[in-house]
């Protein structure tokens, strides 16, 4: 596609709940920006089709169709090769390139939310083994990260990550959970306890020691039970809401050629949307 105005949207099924558009228009009122962002609702017998014949000028892809534009695409980059999954796609010369940008927005947050946290400063601790974590794995190793602890309710996905990923990532016991925090720096939920519907994640943060961090990538509610916890501990508290906000930031350049900016006004617009449900 080589539209003069680039048609954007984020593809899914279901899509409704997305907040991609809100945040892109946004920016693209912000920056008075001509081209578009809507939703794309695409039924399960379409999707191979719609991202082999994208009829848009770029997409965000969100569940569950990260996989199917990974295999979709003309081109995929090493961010997505490294994950086997696509949540953003441009054209470039007439071709569809699918990147990742996941990974981008966790540590993007992090170093937003956690300035004084250094990648160096100690072992890493994650729990949960689904779609999200391998994003999170890949930017903190990039970042430097020497060990990555991952306790996970079944055992056997966390040892496939440990395999996947090399030495520096081990795979523990889901009730192993409270106690490889000892001596961790950075605490990271990827799983999907504490999200509105869900239970909440059972953890004592006793064993973190003060300035450590707590990253929940959970961010409906915006504080979680973990957050509060750690919040009553002097840990320093990460949301979920800015990796989401900040993993648009890439993308939005790709389309539309200006790096957009993630503020509080935009913050305090996508939190106003939770509050409504
Ligand atoms: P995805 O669809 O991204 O793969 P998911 O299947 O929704 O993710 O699950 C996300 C994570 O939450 C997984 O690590 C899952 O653990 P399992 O691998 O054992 O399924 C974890 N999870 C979900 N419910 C859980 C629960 N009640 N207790 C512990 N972990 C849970």
Redesign the pocket.
């Known amino acids: 596609m080589s539209d003069e105005v680039p048609r954007i949207g984020v593809a899914g099924w279901p899509v409704l709940h997305s907040r991609s558009p809100m945040i892109h228009g946004f920016w693209l009122e912000k920056y008075g920006i001509a081209g578009s962002y809507g939703l794309l609702p695409i039924p399960p017998d379409d999707a191979r089709h719609f991202f082999a014949n994208l009829p848009v000028s770029g997409a965000n892809v969100t ?1 569950p169709y990260k996989e199917t534009a990974f295999r979709c695409v003309d081109e995929t980059d090493e961010q997505a090769r490294r994950l086997g999954a696509v949540n953003t796609i441009y054209i470039r010369d007439g071709k569809t390139i699918g990147t990742n940008t996941d990974g981008y927005g966790f540590l993007a947050h992090l170093k937003a939310t956690a300035p004084e946290w250094r990648s160096a400063s100690g072992p890493v601790v994650l ?7 391998r994003a999170i794995i890949g930017a903190l190793l990039d970042d430097g990260v020497s060990e990555i602890r991952i306790a ?3 055992l056997r ?1 966390a040892e496939e990550l440990e395999n996947a990923f090399g030495e520096r990532v081990s795979a523990h016991a ?1 009730d192993q959970r409270a106690e490889i925090l000892k001596d961790a720096t950075l605490l990271v939920n ?4 504490g999200m509105k519907g ?2 909440p994640l059972d953890i004592s943060l006793a064993q973190m020691s003060k300035g450590s961090v707590v990253y929940d990538i959970v961010y409906n509610p915006l504080e979680t039970e973990l957050l509060r916890q750690a919040h009553s501990l002097g840990l320093v508290s990460v949301d979920g809401l800015g990796m989401l906000l900040h993993q648009a930031v890439p993308g939005f350049e790709l389309w539309f050629g200006h790096r957009p900016e993630v503020t509080e006004e935009l913050r305090d617009l996508v939190v106003a949307s939770l509050v409504e449900g």
């Open positions: 569940i729990l949960g083994a689904g779609g999200a974590t996970n309710r079944t996905r889901w990827t799983t999907s306890l869900n239970p």
